[in-house]
């Protein structure tokens, strides 16, 4: 017989960053696994150093990080830890990012400005990542900005499994806040039992970020417990002037669903104060518990994800993940 037959089998190996520790823990321990110990600090000078504690040669290495704030710190350790990967010689390396740092910056709106989303996926693939894995993008056009494979998971089952469960016996609408995330309201309605649609006509000035005014709704929406989707809250403007806007227009109660909980601001006040009864998030990103409140319920994105690395690490459908009824 000709050739050499590898002495190892393959082997899985999570490693994760700083920011969202107790994901990738639940994540590791979903696999039936642990975390590889990791050193990271930074020096004096903020400059930051990362070390693995282990052999990582010839190693199926998964790398999570939550993009959460301050952004650049943890996207800069996530594309560290890449590096030393690459150097460490591990067979392929997979950047799980379950919130994309700059991904709304994913095209020009005017002159003179970066394609920041697509700047990170070239500052990934140079540090030496094989594919990238990330939940709900902003835009799905970012899955062409890697060169390589992406996996686009969606929060979307775990979120309207548990909003099904709870609400599902009410008179329900999906609301999307713009009209250009109707078709992702189109997949919640889908999931609920085809609830009707509406969305929220509202104009922005791209001059001034995190603001927009929500005009008028568009769809039936009076009487109705209306569900109110988005990717994400940053600073909960959009969303809780969306939410009031149902109120407004008739609608019976509004529940707020969005995988990404950034937060940022005044977001937390704005929330507890608008007209929503619940705000449903996932924890992409780790919120602290001063960021808490009685309206907020977070559900965990650990069975997705692991489903996701499993289904990678075995060299199956990734797709069939969402295929599957709830």
């Not at 150093?49 to 998964?62: K, L, M, N």
């Given at each position: 017989m000709n050739g050499l037959k590898r002495a190892t089998e393959k082997n899985l190996m999570i490693f994760s960053g700083r920011s969202n520790v107790?994901?990738?823990?639940?994540?590791?321990?979903?696999l039936g696994t642990n975390l590889v110990p990791t050193s990271a600090y930074e020096f004096a000078n903020s400059e930051m150093?990362?070390?693995?504690?282990?052999?990582?040669?010839?190693?199926?290495?998964?790398v999570l990080q939550s993009h959460a704030a301050p952004v650049n710190e943890w996207i800069m350790e996530h594309l560290l830890m890449v590096d030393a990967l690459k150097r460490a010689s591990a067979k392929r390396i997979t950047v799980v990012m379950p919130y994309y740092g700059y991904s709304r910056q994913d095209k020009k709106h005017r002159g003179r400005e970066p394609i920041s989303a697509r700047l990170i996926a070239d500052l990934f693939k140079t540090a030496g990542a094989n594919r990238?894995?990330?939940v709900d993008l902003h835009a799905d056009q970012i899955q062409g900005y890697f060169d390589g494979p992406?996996?686009?998971l969606v929060a979307l089952p775990?979120?309207?499994?548990?909003?099904?469960?709870?609400?599902?016996?009410?008179?329900?609408?999906?609301?999307s806040p713009d009209a250009g995330r109707i078709k992702v309201a189109e997949q919640w309605s889908k999931r609920l039992g085809g609830a009707p649609l509406a969305f929220i006509h509202k104009t922005r000035d791209i001059t001034r970020p995190n603001e927009s005014v929500a005009n008028r709704v568009v769809g039936e929406v009076t009487g109705r417990t209306c569900i109110l989707v988005d990717d994400m809250i940053d600073t909960g403007g959009t969303i809780t002037k969306a939410a009031d806007a149902l109120i407004a227009?008739?609608?019976?109660?509004?529940?707020?669903?969005?995988?990404?909980?950034?937060?940022?601001?005044?977001?937390v006040d704005r929330l507890k104060n608008c007209h929503a009864r619940e705000v449903i998030v996932t924890n992409t990103l780790p919120i602290p518990s001063e960021r808490h409140f009685d309206k907020l319920t977070e559900l965990s994105i650990a069975p997705l994800l692991s489903q996701a690395i499993r289904a990678v690490f075995e060299d199956g459908s990734v797709t069939s993940l969402f295929e599957q009824t709830d």
């Open positions: 107790q994901l990738a823990e639940e994540v590791a321990y979903q150093y990362v070390r693995y504690e282990e052999s990582v040669r010839g190693s199926d290495a998964f990238l894995m990330s992406v996996d686009h775990i979120l309207s499994k548990y909003v099904r469960k709870k609400y599902g016996t009410e008179r329900l609408a999906v609301v227009a008739g609608a019976a109660d509004v529940i707020i669903a969005a995988t990404h909980a950034i937060l940022s601001g005044p977001a």
